[in-house]
């Protein structure tokens, strides 16, 4: 379908001048948006419903239908005068990424009664492919810098009575407490720039764990009720929510709020698509390696990795991804086959759909703020970004058996360590990440949340790497303790030799754990956390158990690739990508290589003992459409991207 094409996003939060969109739509681009707004749709009251505004959406649908595109609806937060008036609460706090108090039970009404005049209006429109619910959103803000609304304060409570269903002793045995009523129970933290400050969290785990799960469960009803109100109208209307970078995937509590709220989004219906991490956007961890790489591939691999394999098999969209700069270097193109690797890594790792800002400037070559400007900027960003879109569009089927093939290794993410604040857990999680990249098929993360939810979410996992933390529930450390009793290998990544006698010592509220309950892990693998490279090479001795089709082995001198046995089966700073790909009855193996460093790398690739129906020699590179002889070493620049089909030769 069209809406699933990734494609060109010319964006601006009001009216487009059709001159940047034809220009635009010349270089492919599949779709457009349109802003909604409680103030652009009831401007004077709650009962009178702007005709002119559907009328400019009809016509701007009407236009794109003509032009073989589409077009999304995403709302934004402005308020009406009238209504901050009737409701005070309204428009005094930041919450959800917007500047409207999402705990005012009056603004689920208002936007129920905005979504189903508008989308009554249009759903009937074939232009319009979707909706976005929210812009820049995230999870943990629900106050202002320095004050915490009343009825936010009121919905504290009302959460909490409902969490521990009015038992009072069960609040204050778990927070060593001694509260006379739920009222008197404070919310903790406070405000700091629109963002909860790390270091105004509870010191005692308890609140701080119930805080975060409190302040997603309010976005998640707050959203929740909009796409209701698109579905009484449409069950197969399709929503999604523009998640904003901030703070989720970084070492602070506040990222792990957001993570627990990605997690919880992923069991509601409509909501099929989200943002994730910007390509060229470095993550904010101690990253080791950083200067040798030729682009920042790693938030972008970890954002769409998460996504892919904790979202039940949903569409992954990022709605801004932004693999050129739009801020002062908006006039300038970036390094040649920058766009091009960045976009690659962007879809092998799971992303679906992407929507890219274009920038326009005036005639002088100066940028202005808008897009309403009478040229497109970086001509050769966008045509790099054109055309490598269309080589993946071109290929589709194989990039899909690319990005969906086998993730037998899994890595374990603990959202409650990282609400608590146990930062080396992250550091250590961000180190397994980075090593297991290069070591061939791909990640699965799996969270403390999953383990939670569902019994069987270790089955895929052929090895379990553990990054030490002190936190787990009881369904945490009850999964573990299966899965290493069905024979599966678990692999503790620890700060420190002494770590181990911490290991899930705690619960995730902070209460101690007994040593039988935990006995096992003394028979789990342990491993020192150190720069990636070096942990990758003494994790191989462990990860035997893992079978790889495709072997990617380094012929580089000081770049070997060697595990602790000596034997050369990883080419450091490429991704080897593979799958085996069937169609129409013929097999053949994809393999994708991507060098991310800032220097060649040549590679051998080496096929499973059953090659000898396969032959390397007549692959075909089919990102060039060429034929190469993968039998002999690769030899592969930085940021060059091969797409390699190794037919099977019939007998």
Not at 195 to 210: T, V, Y
Not at 325 to 353: K, P, Q, Y
Not at 440 to 451: A, E, H, S
């Amino acid at each position: 379908p069209r809406w699933l094409r990734p494609g060109l996003l010319e964006y601006y939060f009001g009216f487009i001048t059709d001159n940047v969109t034809e220009q635009a739509v010349r270089l492919g681009h599949d779709s457009d948006e349109l802003s909604i707004s409680i103030a652009s749709v009831m401007p004077t009251n709650d009962t009178y419903i702007n005709s002119t505004l559907l009328a400019y959406l009809k016509s701007r649908l009407d236009y794109f239908a003509g032009q073989g595109l589409s077009l999304s609806i995403f709302t934004n937060c402005n308020l009406p005068a009238w209504a901050v008036q009737k409701y005070p609460d309204l428009g005094l706090y930041m919450a959800g990424g917007c500047k409207q108090n999402i705990d005012v039970p009056e603004l689920g009404a208002l936007w129920n009664t905005t979504l189903k005049a508008v989308y009554g209006y249009l759903h009937k429109h074939p232009g319009l492919h979707s909706f976005r619910l929210g812009n820049e959103v995230w999870f943990t803000v629900y106050g202002n810098k320095t004050v915490i609304p009343p009825v936010t304060v009121d919905s504290w409570h009302q959460w909490l009575r409902q969490k521990y269903s009015d038992n009072l002793t069960s609040l204050n045995s778990l927070y060593t407490s001694h509260y006379k009523t739920f009222e008197a129970v404070p919310m903790p933290g406070h405000m700091y720039a629109g963002s909860l400050h790390p270091i105004n969290m509870p010191k005692h785990i308890a609140p701080g764990r119930d805080l975060a799960l409190f302040l997603h469960h309010r976005s998640n009803n707050y959203y929740s009720n909009m796409i209701s109100a698109l579905k009484s109208i449409n069950s197969t209307v399709r929503t999604h929510i523009k998640f904003v970078n901030k703070g989720s995937f970084s070492a602070w509590p506040y990222g792990g709020i957001d993570r627990m709220a990605m997690n919880d989004m992923t069991s509601w219906v409509g909501c099929d698509t989200r943002i994730m991490p910007y390509p060229v956007q470095q993550i904010s961890t101690p990253n080791r390696n950083h200067l040798q790489y030729a682009l920042d591939w790693l938030p972008a691999a970890l954002g769409y990795t998460f996504m892919r394999t904790t979202t039940g098999g949903k569409v992954v969209v990022d709605q801004e991804i932004h693999p050129i700069s739009t801020s002062s270097a908006r006039n300038d193109s970036i390094a040649f086959g920058h766009v091009t690797a960045a976009m690659w890594v962007a879809h092998l790792h799971g992303l679906s759909m992407n929507l890219i800002w274009v920038w326009a400037r005036d005639a002088d070559g100066s940028a202005p703020g808008g897009l309403d400007s009478s040229l497109l900027t970086m001509p050769q960003t966008l045509n790099d970004y054109a055309r490598t879109m269309a080589y993946i569009n071109a290929i589709s089927p194989q990039v899909h058996a690319l990005a969906n093939a086998e993730r037998p290794v899994c890595l374990f993410l603990s959202q409650t360590s990282q609400v608590n604040g146990e930062k080396d857990f992250f550091y250590k999680f961000v180190d397994a990440f980075e090593a297991l990249a290069f070591f061939g098929p791909q990640t699965t993360i799996v969270t403390d949340y999953m383990l939670d939810h569902n019994e069987s979410a270790l089955q895929p996992c052929s090895v379990l790497l553990v990054p030490g933390t002190v936190y787990a529930s009881d369904a945490v450390i009850t999964s573990m303790d299966k899965y290493q009793q069905s024979h599966h290998p678990i692999i503790f990544i620890l700060t420190s030799p002494d770590e181990e006698k911490g290991l899930f010592l705690l619960t995730e509220y902070g209460q101690p754990r007994t040593e039988p309950e935990i006995e096992w892990i003394r028979e789990a693998s342990k491993v020192l956390d150190k720069q990636p490279k070096l942990l990758l090479e003494d994790l191989m001795p462990l990860l035997t158990s893992v079978k790889r089709t495709v072997q990617c082995a380094s012929l580089d001198e000081g770049n070997t690739g060697r595990d602790a046995v000596g034997s050369l089966s990883f080419t450091w700073g490429l991704l080897c990508r593979y799958a085996i790909y069937e169609d129409n009855g013929n097999s053949s193996i994809l393999v994708t290589l991507v060098n991310t460093l800032t220097v060649p790398v040549t590679t051998q690739i080496k096929l499973p003992e059953s090659a000898g129906s396969l032959s390397p020699a007549l692959a075909k590179n089919l990102y060039m459409n060429q034929t190469v002889d993968a039998s002999q070493p690769l030899h592969i620049n930085p940021l060059d991207t091969m797409v390699l089909s190794v037919p099977q030769i019939r007998k």
